[in-house]
Nanobody
């Protein structure tokens, strides 16, 4: 059974930092591209950061230079380090996994429909 279990998140004041984790099990984690998305009520899910199987990363302009995505394949875990958080970062955050026809995944995608598995979501709230 596929599992993407998220941890971390919570509440922080503006300017603070948080780290999210996402543990994957039940699939070949090392072969999947991984990503972080977020969503607020009434809005579409927004891609924030992606990392492929060779460690190449890509960021949305809204989080570039503040958020850092990384993966530890030995631990089947994806991370999102978030610094200088602002109230507009308040959202539900999701991790996701994407494969490409069973091969190793390279490159990046912001299209949520291309992702095979999703975490349960974790709330991040930033107060001013």
């Amino acid at each position: 059974q596929v599992l993407l279990a998220q941890s971390g998140g919570g509440s922080v004041q503006a300017g603070g930092s948080l780290r999210l984790s996402c543990y994957g099990n039940g699939f070949s984690y090392f072969g999947y591209c991984m990503a972080w998305f977020r969503q607020t009520p009434g809005k579409e899910r927004e891609g924030l950061a992606t990392v492929d199987t060779v460690g190449s990363t890509n960021y949305a302009d809204s989080v570039k230079d503040r958020f850092t995505v990384s993966r530890d394949n030995a631990k089947n875990t994806l991370y999102l380090e978030m610094n200088n958080l602002q109230p507009e970062d308040t959202a539900m955050y999701y991790c996701a996994a994407r494969s490409v026809r069973g091969d190793l995944c390279y490159g990046h995608s912001w299209w949520s429909v291309e992702y095979n598995f999703w975490g349960q979501g974790t709330q991040v709230t930033v107060s001013s």
